[in-house]
């Protein structure tokens, strides 16, 4: 059972750009959260989908969206990108709430 | 403000050796935890979960113990290994409407001498 695959590993973009990263979850689950991990602020929460529905959303601007898709697949975007949004994004899928959370290998953003 | 926090940020432990990595937490109502081992360069692996009502939870060479009483959480891994070298964090969710809103510790680093 292939576990939580994230695309692209590693990026770099200029500031004021925006991203778009993506999760595929382990196969089943549907819900799917997403984390920002930097050395300051550690690991983050930033939201959370379940069918197709953001269920919790952490303290993150507006500028951090997600989505999700029917086949439980989710994407985040990160508009007007800012030095400070470097960071290992990581995905984590779980079956349902109060399950165990399995996480991505992470996208590694890095803006210049 | 509440949060889960980690006592040691580094640990140096003998190859062979037991390890404890420990962790508090202030939610008195959070009702599961998990711990999560993090590698240079790769995502968080989980390791071991427990839920409030348990006490204790044994996996293979490691176990969760939970003190609901002083809200304190700790990984005890048993004939430590060179491999086991990583960042453990724990992390709590905390009771709320729904979902799986993990929140995390600040980490501790394992190392373990040869």
């Known amino acids: 059972k292939a576990g939580v695959t994230q695309t692209p590993r590693y990026l770099i973009k200029t500031r004021g750009q925006q991203v778009t990263l993506s999760c595929s979850p382990i196969?089943?689950?549907?819900?799917v959260s997403w984390y920002q991990q930097t050395p300051g602020q550690g690991l983050q929460f930033l939201f959370e989908?379940?069918?197709?529905?953001?269920?919790n959303k952490g303290n993150f601007p507006g500028r951090f969206s997600g989505r999700q898709f029917s086949n439980s697949r989710s994407e985040m975007n990160v508009s007007t990108l800012e030095l400070g949004d470097s960071a290992l994004y990581l995905c984590?899928?779980?079956?349902?709430?109060?399950?165990?959370?399995?996480f991505g290998e992470g996208s590694w953003l890095t803006v210049v | 403000g509440e949060s889960v926090g980690l006592h040691l940020p580094t640990l140096s432990v003998q190859e062979g050796d037991n390890s404890i990595i420990n962790c508090a937490y202030s939610?008195?109502?959070?009702?599961?935890f998990i711990w999560y081992k993090q590698e240079s360069g790769k995502g968080p692996q989980f390791i071991i979960d427990?839920?409030?009502?348990?006490d204790k939870r044994q996996g293979q060479r490691v176990t969760v113990l939970l003190n609901k009483t002083v809200k304190h959480l700790s990984l005890q891994i048993a004939a430590t290994q060179p491999g086991d070298s990583a960042v453990y964090f724990c992390?709590?969710?905390?009771?709320?409407?729904?979902?799986?809103?993990?929140?995390f510790g600040g980490g501790t680093r394992l190392m373990v001498k040869p």
């Open positions: 196969s089943g689950h549907r819900s």
């Open positions: 989908y379940f069918s197709e529905t953001q269920r």
């Open positions: 939610n008195s109502a959070s009702d599961y």
């Open positions: 992390a709590e969710i905390r009771p709320n409407n729904a979902g799986n809103m993990l929140t």
């Open positions: 427990i839920r409030s009502n348990m």
């Open positions: 984590a899928s779980s079956s349902s709430g109060g399950n165990t959370i399995y």
